[in-house]
């Protein structure tokens, strides 16, 4: 009977067991996601060339990054709000949302600068704002960055009023319209490295207009920086541009959804040292990335990879495999938890039920005894010898044998058998 009840324990134990990681597994979402979506800029655009990298990297550790092109900044927060949209991840340049807007994102980490450049068509002028009034400018479309900050930055100082014919042109359609002079002003958020910039750096024709006040700009607006485009840098043997260029640049971060997986995060955290880590115009080896927090707050994850680098499970297995162990010792750990009290006093109550099932077979030996000693010398005791022969039977399957029960149970046989 103890054997049966200690089978039954056991098995129940592994039950609950098998249940709790179940329920871990289940309610925890300790498993990342095979597939994630990140939104990116039309395609030809920078954006939508680095994050191809990102797609590359990511794919060897069995993760399909799904790339959606968006309009540009202002429609890629909002896709990321949306939790219905599917997109988790973004480059988002500063100054398009912030933490209260949207609280439900968070930043990996500053990448590179991404200035606002403002190329016009005809002769080179005094760079005086003034000078580009009453003109057709293109700013972007509804729902990229460079309109969001142009209407932001540049309307400050009259540069866009409502004198200007804005064009809600695309980039690469703006870039074909100024080239052919068919628009006066083309306004574009991208960095150093973005084709169209260096070709309407280098297009005759076509002059970068310098930002003056700079600095006023930057005190503003916390999220901006100064950068200095070097003469000739362009194209030395033209001497593109033929002076210094003061750019006002805001730095573009990795944005992605405070609930997406940590392991996830740590992966693009690793994917982004590769591609950003080296050096270029305006930026040195190892600026970036970098852990800052320009509009959104720096997620927990990338706070800690920036300490100490990658989790030490991913740095020394597999990504799938490290995964798996990390999210077992988080449900095992409170499981085990859980167990510790029930194996460290399940002698406790293994002894306290032997002893309590010892103690019933010794009340029946004593209910026994003092049934032989109410009887008379010839009154039958048949049924008290069967009785006892039952005790002796169940004191025999006890495991370790109960000796001394069952010397006290062989006394009382040989009072029977006297009698």
Do not use: C
């Not at 920086?225 to 210094?244: C, F, I």
């Not at 750019?247 to 940590?262: I, Q, T, Y």
Request: no cysteine; hydrophobic share 45%; net charge neutral.
């Amino acid at each position: 009977m103890l054997r049966r009840y200690l089978v039954v324990a056991s098995i129940v134990a592994v039950i609950l067991t098998a249940t709790a990681i179940w329920l871990g597994f289940v309610l925890l979402h300790p498993t990342p996601p095979r597939t994630i979506a990140m939104a990116t800029d039309p395609e030809g655009s920078l954006s939508a060339g680095l994050a191809e990298q990102y797609r590359e990297l990511l794919a060897r550790d069995g993760i399909d990054l799904r790339l959606v092109p968006s309009v540009g900044a202002v429609e890629t927060v909002a896709h990321l709000r949306d939790p219905k949209s599917g997109i988790s991840v973004g480059i988002i340049p500063g100054g398009i949302t912030n933490r209260q807007d949207s609280p439900g994102l968070v930043s990996l980490g500053t990448l590179f600068y991404e200035p606002l450049w403002l190329f016009y068509h005809g002769p080179r002028r005094a760079e005086k704002h003034e000078n580009l009034r009453d003109r057709s400018v293109s700013i972007g479309p509804e729902g990229s960055g460079a309109r969001a900050l142009s209407l932001e930055l540049l309307a400050r100082i009259g540069i866009i009023d409502q004198r200007n014919t804005l064009l809600p042109l695309a980039p690469q359609a703006a870039a074909e319209k100024l080239l052919h002079g068919e628009i006066d002003v083309v306004i574009m958020l991208g960095a150093w490295e973005s084709p169209l910039v260096r070709q309407l750096l280098v297009a005759k024709d076509v002059h970068l207009a310098n930002v003056t006040r700079a600095d006023a700009y930057v005190a503003l607006y916390p999220y901006l920086s100064k950068l200095v485009l070097p003469a000739g840098v362009g194209d030395m043997a033209e001497n593109r541009p033929p002076t210094d260029v003061t750019l006002l640049a805001p730095k573009a971060s990795l944005v992605v959804r405070r609930d997406l997986h940590p392991a996830i995060q740590y992966r693009l955290l690793e994917a982004a040292a590769q591609i950003h880590s080296g050096a270029a115009l305006f930026r040195k080896a190892g600026e970036f990335p970098a852990p800052e927090s320009i509009d959104l707050p720096l997620s927990d994850h990338a706070r800690q990879f920036y300490k100490t680098g990658p989790p030490f499970l991913q740095r020394h297995l597999p990504f799938w495999l490290a995964v798996l162990v990390q999210q077992l010792l988080v449900v095992l750990i409170p499981v085990l938890g859980l167990l510790y009290p029930v194996l460290r006093f399940a002698p406790q109550v293994y002894d306290w039920v032997v002893q309590r099932r010892v103690f019933a077979l010794y009340g029946e030996l004593k209910l026994l005894e003092d049934e032989l000693a109410a009887r008379a010398a010839q009154d039958d005791i048949t049924d008290l010898v069967a009785r006892l022969g039952e005790l002796e039977e169940r004191a025999s399957r006890f495991r370790p044998p109960l000796y001394t029960l069952r010397l006290h149970l062989s006394l009382v046989r040989q009072r029977l058998t006297t009698r």
